[in-house]
């Protein structure tokens, strides 16, 4: 690897990174490859890497219409958490975190995952007792999960509304202390570069228009940049898994809605854990440059439009001085939205579909960034045996045919409320 003196990064600095190594290469796509990504975000990368790494498979090319990091890895808040209740979510989110905490060691890139913890706020009997059954679920499945006082709450975040005349009375809490958050485009850089080190070819500006089936097996794809052969496809597009699908021939338990979020401009410290307002339907955190991230629900029309809209930043607004009285002196800075491919109940598809040799990724709903290592290590189990590994096992296509959902719609934004 290439290192620089102190010297030379002020020199570079001055004359525009001139002469600095690429951190990944960009190579011309190959006639044909083992094993092809649709999808050159946070999941896809990481699939393309463990394939390399679990499995020995290097022979891959990771295809993005755009640029790395241009979708919905950077469209998010980027909270990791594994607080859920039914069994196949727990293990499968909690095997995700397991995988944040040693990540930056593993790619040799710092993710800046910081294990700040998660609240959730109780205000009323029976969001109480759903946060409590949640939490014991989660005890059941060997997850960290902490009830919290009202003065305990306080300690942790003392900004909250605690005064008598509170629209919304803070009664405890439910905290998950190994939660917490990761930079979103370093999660895409640095599997991008571990992926890059194994001899994956990583293709920008390579957009799948169609593909390629013979007798129900797939042979290839269409591409702006040509026809690519390729023994096995993996579709990890995230919110575009509907339209990138139907090129394919199939149609899924998919819509795909917005997602919106927000930034104010930065403070000094003042909220140093994440923070869900389930009453609100609210959630926020403080960046390590200080901006107060914000965020709500969803839209509730289907789009694949990357922008937002007034009535959500007034929702999320009223929400955030309902519960912090003290950001209603703040200025947002910046506003966006993701697109979610949100499955019928709320859980994630990483499985084997019906056309031979194609697999898919996707229906995250609100999951998608806090799964992003273990989507991938699944997902390469999944490629590379041609059979899912038991932790994405329950997370089959076919599930909604058979009537097996796993119905945790309840794991957005508000969990404390379903």
Known sequence: MQRYSFFSLVRNAVEHHDGWQEAWRSPQPKPSYSVVIVGGGGHGLATAYYLAKEHGISDVAVLEKGWLGGGNTARNTTHVRSDYILDENAHFYEASVKLWEGLSADLNYNVMFSQRGMIRTGHFDSQTQALLRRGNGMRLNGIDAVFLSREEVRRLAPALDFSPTARFPITGAFFQPRAGNARHDAIAWGFARAADAREVDIIQNCEVTGFRIDCGRVSGVETTRGFIRADKIGLAVAGHTGHVAALAGLTLPIETHLLQAMVTEPVKPILDTVVSFGAGHFYTNQTDKGEIVMGGDLDGYN????????????????????????????????????????????????????????????????????????????????????????????????????????????????????
């Open 303 to 418: 789009s694949y439009a990357q922008r937002g809209n007034l009535p959500m930043v007034e929702h999320v607004a009223a929400a955030a001085v309902t519960a912090f009285p003290c950001f209603g002196r703040l200025r947002i800075m910046r506003h966006w939205a993701g697109v979610m491919d949100m499955t019928m109940d709320g859980s994630p598809i990483i499985s084997k579909t019906p056309i031979d040799n194609l697999y898919l990724n996707g229906g995250w709903c609100y999951g998608g960034f806090k799964a992003t290592p273990a989507s991938g290590w699944c997902f390469a189990h999944t490629i590379a045996q041609d059979r899912p590994h038991p932790l994405n096992a329950p997370f089959s296509l076919d599930r909604f045919e058979r009537g097996y959902t796993i119905d945790e719609r309840g794991a957005g934004p508000y969990p404390g409320l379903h």
